[in-house]
């Protein structure tokens, strides 16, 4: 018989169990039995309750972006100064919620699913957009006809730092990222 109402935790569990085996692992190989044993729960469960690992992958990543979402909204709230608005993204994308090496190999397996899986691409596709858009609202005033420019050209770096410190090993460090990428932008 179902415990009634432990759906939601359970599937909380996977989401979380997901990203730290694939920060564990470093590798795409994770398998719905080692997410499925790190969340305490059956892989059969697992199965139950996302259907494949691809949907646990992309609940996780799912579960990524509403919390950046939750935090970058908080932060900005009441916030109308461009340069602020900027430096609460960039300090948001790097903060440590979200540039912790977990993530950032979910990240990691994100993007290389995303040429694969078509919801995962929308996904992404979705990420993009916005961040797209919320860089230009604030680069707009600052930088002028450089804005687009510049949203693209940074929206490249937040993603480059993160892929580079996948591939490197490295500690995640958050605001030596930001000031990389402030340099970069008001470079004269």
Known sequence: MPRLGMEPIRK??????????IGASSTLDVTVSQIARR???SSALAHHYFGSKEEILLAAMRDVL??????????????ED????LRV?????????????EVISAWLTFWVM????????????????????????CLRPLTGARATE?????GALIDGVYLRTALSGDLPDGEAAVALIESMIFAR
């Not at 461009?82 to 608005?85: C, G, N, T, W």
């Not at 510049?150 to 940074?154: I, R, V």
């Open 12 to 21: 909380a569990a996977l989401i979380k169990a997901a990203i730290e085996e």
């Open 39 to 41: 969340a305490g729960v």
């Open 66 to 79: 509403t919390q950046y979402g939750l935090e970058i909204r908080a932060a900005l709230l009441g916030l």
């Open 82 to 85: 461009p340069a602020q608005r």
């Open 89 to 101: 993204i960039l300090q948001t994308s790097f903060g440590p919620q979200n540039f912790r090496r």
């Open 114 to 137: 995303a040429r694969a899986v078509p919801k995962a691409r929308r996904l992404l596709t979705i990420y993009e957009r916005r961040l797209q858009s919320n860089l230009l609202f």
């Open 150 to 154: 510049l949203a693209d050209a940074t």
